[in-house]
């Protein structure tokens, strides 16, 4: 009578719980720094929230357990392009408009939000000039 090999089982099941633990350490440490800046406490808040990511990191480098695979890799490279093309064009139709809005009508938009559109612009710039770079030096590698 041959056993049932359950080695499988055990290796996804501690992945799972790994995986768990590396993106709840994050996610706890997040959490509890937004409630420690707002109850006053920011330098706890911003010790607390490094403790999460150093937590993500000890879980991931001190495993014997592969625990991010291809198919890992695949999915966030598929759901990463496919975030690019949302956030592209919503820029490029919303910063359009906006401008459009102010130049052909009388409506002007309030100080902070005007703000806030610069700053997502020049954050979308930024990122844009990390993408090439990064985009650039991928491509001389191979």
Known sequence: ??????STTDW????????????????????VALVLRNLGYPVVGEAVYWLGILAFF???KGTDIQLVD???????????LTAFQIIGAV???????A???TWLTDYTFAP??????QGAFYGLVGFVV????SYLYHRSRL
């Open 130 to 133: 990390a993408f090439g770079v």
């Open 91 to 97: 820029a490029v139709v919303g910063f359009s408009a």
């Open 112 to 117: 902070m939000v005007q703000a806030m559109l």
């Open 12 to 31: 996804l099941s501690r992945r799972q719980t790994y995986r768990r633990l590396m993106f709840g350490s994050i996610l706890v440490g997040v959490a």
């Open 99 to 101: 401008r459009l809005l």
């Open 58 to 60: 000890a879980i991931w």
């Open 1 to 6: 009578m041959t056993t049932t090999d359950t």
């Open 70 to 80: 291809e198919r890992d890799w695949e999915l966030e490279r598929r759901a990463s």
